[in-house]
């Protein structure tokens, strides 16, 4: 490579050879040209990545790196540290880019970190970007990434002293969201589990342990934690054995002994104990109890129950009875083993414990029962001695034939009895006190009565049965409404018929009757015993005939009518002469004029009714004749102009969908082409409805559209020109100076001005035209955006000097915050960040650009303010760049270093200026305190005699809030103090430090 600025020369020489012969040479000379290297800028990183990262171990990483070099120089990436060592690390970290790029590089940084990486020290590794510049220049920086270790739970909640065979004992810890929790349990099991939280049902006496690791959503665990268990054992419990005693007397209770030396007791129930807190209290129970002891030994329980029972067994003289005067009831006692009754005198045996008792009055026996413990209890039974009831059946009597009587007395029996009759086929009901007897033969009927007390008597009554005299009303008769019939009946003097409406005589036995509807006529005649007798007879009258001659009618003028009578088996009609057949059910009637018809009907009783029906006729009416039309759809129409010849005017519209309507056709208001109806009916009219039809077509008016007016940039691309939501596109389009045109406009190429837009109508619609008035602005350059890097401490710039390209000069600038900018950039005084360009503002070529400026400030740090005392050195330590200046320089080992010595005789501050590696520059200070020594006196010599002891130091030994140290220490009462005694055996000197 040349070392001298200027022209060279290179030969280069090729020769061939062929089977080791030189055959063929070839040279050229190279002139190369050696110039001074331009300036090169360092490259810098591209944007605000950050220089520090954190990750979860487990988790992947992935960030990007960007560098950039204001010359546009190529630039090459090389990145080192021990992450990237699969040896080390598996898998390693890697950087995804290029080796070499033009004036920008990305590189991609990715690693995914496993369980166990992480540290407190954060992982460190460096990029270096350099340029192929002259000389080439590099930039260099450490990237630190922390692998944050995933932090379980440090400690576990719940008892660490537990009694042995305890359920449910909880434990907990910290609750991680999303951390997956593995319990262990030594001396117990695991009874619930939810998350970070269990349930333990420990086991047997000894030492257990709970056990617990989290692992999280990356699969990482922490280190298990544990909590020592002590399990104790439950104390032995001996309430006792069960017993067995008489009522109100009294029980030890517990075992020997109840529980372990060194318990606590505890008895439930305490109120029949004489102390519930003792070993073996004394029970005097009012029953059956059940006591429980609780014995307390090292913080665990153990229980035992005994049961007392009283002999209060079931001791009964059993229930009580009741018998009917001369009935016998047996006693039931039980619950003992002897038995002595009282009285005796009315009981087959007092000594057992079922007698028979058979007082003759009500009576109270008493039993005294004694058990095989000798526990004696007593108890009575009653035997309730009834009267039986009394029973009154009724008088005997006679009644007639077929007649009914109420039997029994009044009372039969007793309030509340029960009743049974004998002969209950010829009675209502044979439970009743008084039933209805209707007996066809005189008849003995008995009664049982039973009182409320279950006593039964009875008591009997005859009735007596009287004849009847003979009755013949003769057979039933028919006849039709309004005629009459002879009654023909037989019997002895003094018969009477009834009712006597519609008879000639009631007390003849052959009257005429004459009824207006179906009656029954009763003859009734009583003998000498007083008893009567009856027989009827029906006569019928037939149902009047329905004639019905159907509903009226109307014709149409010629048109038939089918008549149709009801009611009967034959018909008879007039008038006859419009009738096909006057002498069948349903004749056709063709009448001229309107005509009433009566009809004659005769029923199967050969009765006979009438009645009538009419024909209307009515004249025919007319619609009109069909017609047609065209409209445009501006257009309005009265129908009733396009109907042909006369036409009834009560009549009804139709539109096409056969919808109601009136003979204004309005396409404006909706109403639609097609075949309008015109239908005229009459109402309650025989004749048909007639219906002419109005065929309306229409023609839509075209519509051009509403036009426009627009403004575009000379750069926007083609659009079609606009004209409105769903336009007919079937029309043509002309330009500016009547130059035809497709319809599409190209900024920069089309003539600017208005386009007229015409569509044709279909007649007898007008044709319509829309324009489009087009202005084109010229667009201009906002150049290209970038980024800049300005120091704190630099000098003002004018910001469209940095934008690439040719920015056109008119623009404006605004700020971060969007507020108007001068373009001109003060560090001192403007904030870093994005500032945009904008030309065309306003206008529809309005364009923008971006200059991304970054203020860089060295974080300069002249170090921590210290303390020295005179004559000591201190050492100052400054950073945040790569060159310093101190001042004052005075005093300072270096003062152009960054970590120069001061060695100043009084408190001095001093001042730092920090230039980093783009010319930044920022200042800091630092205090150097300088403390005086301190004034210090061990006393005066002394001389004293050996062994005596000598107080020795100053008055004062130095100053206040001072520390003293002397030596040697042998033989001093204290090496700290500022006045120690000294006692040596020989002479030796003190000193003070």
């Known amino acids: 490579m040349p070392v001298l600025q200027g022209n060279h020369v290179v030969s280069v020489e090729v020769k061939e050879y062929r089977n080791g012969l030189l055959i063929g040479r070839t040279r050229r000379d190279l002139q190369l040209q050696a110039i001074v290297c331009p300036p090169n800028t360092t490259p810098d990183v591209d944007g605000n990545w950050a220089l520090s990262y954190s990750v979860n171990e487990g988790d992947q990483l992935c960030f990007d790196m960007d560098f950039v070099d204001a010359d546009g120089d190529s630039l090459f990436l090389t990145a080192s540290g021990s992450i990237f060592d699969p040896l080390l690390f598996n898998p390693p970290a890697t950087i995804n880019s290029p080796d070499s790029a033009s004036a920008a590089i990305d590189a991609n940084f990715c690693w995914d970190t496993q369980c166990g990486q992480g540290q407190q020290q954060p992982y460190l590794f460096s990029v270096s970007v350099s340029d192929n510049g002259c000389p080439p220049k590099n930039i260099d920086v450490v990237i630190q990434v922390t692998v944050i270790p995933f932090a379980g739970p440090v400690s576990i909640t719940g008892p660490a002293t537990v009694c042995a065979q305890v359920t449910g004992s909880a434990y907990s810890t910290t609750n991680i969201v999303n951390a997956v929790y593995t319990w262990s349990v030594t001396g117990g099991t695991i009874a619930t589990q939810n998350g970070n939280a269990i349930t333990v049902d420990w086991g047997a006496p000894g030492a257990g342990s709970v056990s617990v690791f989290a692992t999280d959503t990356l699969g990482c665990s922490s280190a298990p934690i544990t909590i020592p268990v002590t399990i104790n054992s439950i104390p032995a419990a001996d309430a006792g054995p069960d017993q067995l005693i008489c009522g109100g007397a009294s029980a030890p209770l517990g075992g020997t002994p109840t529980g372990p030396p060194g318990s606590t007791f505890t008895w439930s129930p305490s109120v029949t104990l004489d102390d519930a807190t003792t070993s073996n209290p004394l029970a005097t129970p009012l029953g059956n109890t059940s006591y429980i002891v609780s014995v307390s030994n090292a913080g665990c329980s153990g229980t035992d129950t005994v049961v007392v029972n009283i002999s209060n067994i079931a001791v009964s003289a059993g229930p009580d009875a009741t018998i009917c005067t001369g009935d016998t009831a047996q006693l039931q006692a039980s619950g003992g083993d002897t038995y002595v009754w009282d009285p005796a005198a009315t009981l087959s045996d007092a000594a057992i414990a079922d007698p028979n008792a058979f007082p003759t009055s009500t009576t109270v026996y008493t039993v005294q029962i004694i058990d095989s413990l000798g526990c004696i209890s007593t108890d009575s039974a009653q035997v309730l001695v009834n009267a039986l009831p009394n029973v009154d059946a009724g008088a005997d009597t006679s009644i007639c034939l077929n007649q009914s009587i109420v039997i029994g007395g009044a009372p039969t029996g007793p309030a509340g009895s029960t009743f049974n009759w004998n002969q209950a086929g010829s009675l209502d009901n044979d439970t009743l006190a008084n039933p209805t007897a209707s007996p066809l033969i005189t008849t003995m009927y008995a009664v049982v009565v039973t009182d409320t007390n279950g006593c039964v008597a009875l008591d009997n009554v005859t009735i007596t049965i009287l004849n009847l005299p003979a009755v013949d009303a003769g057979p039933d008769l028919s006849i039709c409404p309004g005629d009459s019939v002879q009654l023909n009946g037989t019997a002895g003097p003094g018969a009477v018929w009834s009712p006597s409406a519609g008879l000639s005589d009631p007390n003849v036995l052959d009257p005429m009757a004459s009824p207006g509807s179906t009656t029954t006529y009763v003859l009734e005649r009583f003998a000498a015993n007083g008893c009567g007798n009856t027989d009827s007879t029906t006569v019928t009258v037939f149902p009047a005939v329905q004639a019905n001659a159907g509903n009226n009618a109307s014709l149409c003028l010629g048109s038939t009518a089918q008549l149709n009578a009801t009611g009967g088996t034959t018909f008879v009609w007039t008038p006859s002469a419009t009738l096909n057949d006057p002498n069948i059910q349903n004749p056709l009637a063709t009448p001229d004029t309107t005509t009433t018809y009566i009809v004659v009907v005769t029923d199967a009783n050969n009765c006979s009714g009438t009645d009538t029906v009419q024909v209307q006729i009515t004249d025919p009416i007319s619609a009109g004749g069909d017609g047609s039309t065209v409209l445009c759809s501006n257009t309005d129409a009265w129908l009733f102009d396009y109907l042909v010849g006369p036409y009834d005017l009560n009549g009804v519209w139709l539109d096409p969908a056969f919808n109601n309507d009136d003979a204004a056709f309005s396409p404006t208001l909706g109403d639609d082409p097609g075949n309008w109806y015109y239908v005229v009916q009459v109402v309650n009219s025989a004749c048909p409805p007639d219906t002419a039809v109005v065929n309306v077509a229409v023609n839509q008016l075209p519509d051009a559209g509403f036009g426009d007016s627009l403004e575009v940039c000379s750069s926007d691309a083609p659009f079609e020109l606009p004209l409105g939501l769903g336009i007919d596109t079937t029309g043509s389009w002309t330009g500016p100076f009547n130059i035809p045109s497709n319809g599409l406009y190209i900024p920069g190429t089309s003539e600017p001005g208005t386009y007229f837009y015409v569509l044709l109508g279909a007649a007898p619609c007008p044709s319509d035209t829309a324009f489009v008035v087009v202005t084109e602005v010229l667009a201009l350059d906002p150049g290209g955006s970038n980024t800049v890097t300005a120091c704190g401490s630099g000098v003002v710039f004018n910001m469209i000097d940095s934008l690439f390209g040719g920015p056109d000069q008119t623009g404006t600038w605004t700020d971060p915050n969007n507020l108007p900018q001068s373009g001109v950039f003060d560090p001192a005084i403007d904030a870093d960040g994005t500032y945009t360009y904008t030309v065309g503002g306003g206008t529809a070529c309005e364009a923008s650009s971006t200059l991304q400026v970054n203020v860089q400030v060295p974080p300069a740090n002249a170090g921590a303010d210290a303390a020295i005392c005179i004559g000591d050195t201190a050492q100052l330590n400054a950073s945040g760049g790569t060159n310093y200046s101190w001042t004052p320089g005075t005093d300072l080992s270096d003062a152009n270093i960054e970590d120069p010595l001061a060695f100043p005789t ?54 206040g809030g001072s520390t003293y140290v002397w030596s040697p220490g042998t033989g001093l009462s204290s090496t700290t103090d500022a006045n120690p005694d000294a006692n040596r055996w020989t002479a030796r000197p003190t000193w003070l430090k």
């Open 906 to 959: 009084s408190t001095a501050t001093y001042s730092v200026t920090v230039t980093d590696g783009l010319g930044c520059t920022a200042t800091d200070d630092v205090t150097i305190t300088v403390n005086a020594l301190p004034t210090t006196s061990a006393g005066p010599d002394e001389a004293t005699c050996a062994g005596s002891p000598v107080n020795i130091g100053g008055s004062p030994t130095g100053p």
